[in-house]
């Protein structure tokens, strides 16, 4: 082999090696921005956007905070009599919420299970985006006016139509209403005890969970606003009560 190609072969192999030296390089410096990335996000930021919190949480496809709360819930207050329509003591709601939107860790095997209940319901109506997309609240609601309008043969058809519109809710809201309503019909079941049944459940989570955009609720009366209310309750109940229907042959979907 000449010297001149053993050179060019050199050269060669040089290249190769500060090709690789630099992609680790670039590779190093994008995982370490990214750590720093998400080292700027409050993990359990209380009024994050819904995918930052579930990327930043321990618990799978459901925010630290949704979490939590729930199992808090399903351990001391299934059976509590009134659960989310009583509510907790304001001023540890406040102070729990101010925590948690500094990142801070809240103990809430110490705080009672009303307020517990409590700052989960204020959880989700302060996502910037409800479990229930604003995108959808037009059609739900149509939807949940004809309800009690139908007769016992139509009303598959008509909750045929509802899963229609809720199998195509985006990840990862799709994903903590599923977890929602699997923990609020297990809630139902202790209705007995806990005097909580599918509607009365409703009642409370409807509000927050499928309502209108602020700028729009603004610039209905008062009166439409009571109208849409009994619908977006109806929707409610079908989903606590029909759990399996709803979301059991779609809980493995990926948006």
């Known amino acids: 082999m000449s010297k001149d190609t053993q050179k060019e072969i050199d050269f060669e192999l040089g290249l190769c090696r500060i090709s690789s030296f630099i992609s680790d390089e670039m590779k190093a410096v994008k995982e370490k921005y990214d750590c720093e990335q998400k080292s700027q996000w409050v993990p359990n930021f209380f009024s994050s956007p ?9 618990h799978g496809d459901v925010p630290s905070i949704m979490f939590q709360c729930i199992e808090q819930i399903q351990k001391r207050g299934i059976t509590e009599e009134g659960i989310f329509r009583r509510p907790g003591n304001n001023n540890r709601i406040q102070e729990a919420r101010q925590q948690l939107q500094d990142g801070k ?84 079941k202790k209705f007995e005890v806990n005097k909580m049944h599918p509607k009365n459940l409703a009642i409370v989570m409807a509000p927050n969970l499928l309502y209108r955009k602020l700028e729009e609720a603004n610039i ?15 929707i409610i109940t079908l989903l606590i009560q029909n759990v399996d229907f709803f979301f059991k042959d779609n809980h493995e979907d990926k948006s």
């Open 50 to 58: 819904l995918q930052q919190q579930v990327l930043m949480s321990n």
């Open 105 to 188: 860790k809240v103990n809430f095997d110490k705080i009672d299970i009303r307020t517990v209940a409590s700052i989960l319901k204020l959880w989700l109506r302060e996502l910037p985006t409800p479990l229930i997309p604003f995108s959808y609240y037009s059609k739900l609601i149509a939807l949940g006016g004809t309800v009690k309008q139908v007769t016992e043969q139509e009303k598959m058809a008509c909750m045929g139509k509802v899963k229609r519109e809720i199998v195509t809710i985006p990840n990862p809201e799709k994903n903590c209403l599923r977890a929602l309503m699997i923990f609020l019909h297990n809630i139902a």
């Open 220 to 234: 209905i009366n008062a009166q439409r606003a009571v109208q849409e209310m009994a619908p977006a309750i109806e």
